[in-house]
């Protein structure tokens, strides 16, 4: 069946520097929906940023990642990192058929240190 | 912005007793979802619904039970609470016609005692 990996399960990182987080997936659509969400501490999910293009880089809040369906991933990427962005980060999958369920990744948990 | 009201935000419930979690939306969205998280295995989907009268039993079931009496509302009901049921709740609505953006609602921590 389909699935999403994340091999990060912590990421610590200093202040400024550059933020990537993993995820790759498996399916046999060939038109699949990639998202990331975003949780941070006593919050709920909320996304992030999504994408069903290939090759096709998505923005939003400073965030950007490209779906790659040569590698099937949907890296996650920043340029510098902020305190703020602290949290967990969901990488998930959507078939983009007829069925409209969402296949989660484990989640990476982010730290940002002064 | 999309709403999503879950209650209540808190519950301790003891062993064996009935536990019923309420959730609300006013997206008008088809499909409603409940999930628990729990440490080292992030979200994992318990029921969904496609729509008033539909419940759908998703990858972790057995335990729970779901009603879906209107579009607006969905409950998971906990008949015979477990202390393994202790977890973080959260549901979820989203249209299934714009690539699943899923809205979720403040989340519900339940303690079984």
């Known amino acids: 069946g389909d699935s999403v990996t994340q091999t990060e399960g912590l990421v610590t990182l200093t202040e400024g520097l550059p933020v990537m987080l993993n995820c790759t997936y498996q399916?046999?659509?060939?038109?699949?929906?990639l998202f990331w969400y975003v949780q941070h501490l006593n919050e709920s999910p909320r996304l992030l940023l999504k994408?069903?293009?290939d090759n096709k880089r998505t923005e939003h809040q400073g965030f950007h990642a490209t779906l790659h369906k040569s590698s099937s991933s949907f890296h996650l990427q920043k340029s510098s990192a902020q305190l703020s962005d602290s949290a967990l980060y969901y990488c998930?999958?959507?078939?983009?058929?007829?069925?409209?369920?969402?296949?989660w990744g484990s989640g990476t948990k982010l730290i940002i240190k002064p | 912005e999309a709403a999503v009201t879950q209650s209540p935000r808190n519950k301790v419930a003891v062993t064996g007793g009935k536990v019923t979690l309420s959730c609300n939306q006013t997206?008008?969205?088809?499909?409603m979802y409940w999930y628990r998280q729990d440490t080292g295995h992030g979200l994992r989907l318990i029921h969904y619904?496609?729509?008033?009268?539909?419940?759908e039993k998703g990858d972790i079931p057995d335990g729970y039970k779901a009603s879906r009496p209107s579009q607006e509302n969905f409950s998971l009901i906990l008949e015979l609470a477990t202390p393994s049921q202790t977890s973080v709740y959260f549901c979820?609505?989203?249209?299934?016609?714009?690539?699943?953006?899923?809205?979720f609602g403040s989340g519900t921590r339940l303690t079984v005692l």
């Open positions: 998930a999958l959507s078939e983009g058929d007829s069925n409209y369920q969402l296949i």
């Open positions: 399916t046999i659509y060939s038109n699949p929906f």
């Open positions: 979820a609505s989203g249209d299934l016609h714009s690539a699943e953006t899923l809205y």
């Open positions: 994408s069903f293009t």
């Open positions: 619904s496609y729509g008033a009268g539909s419940t």
């Open positions: 997206n008008n969205h088809n499909n």
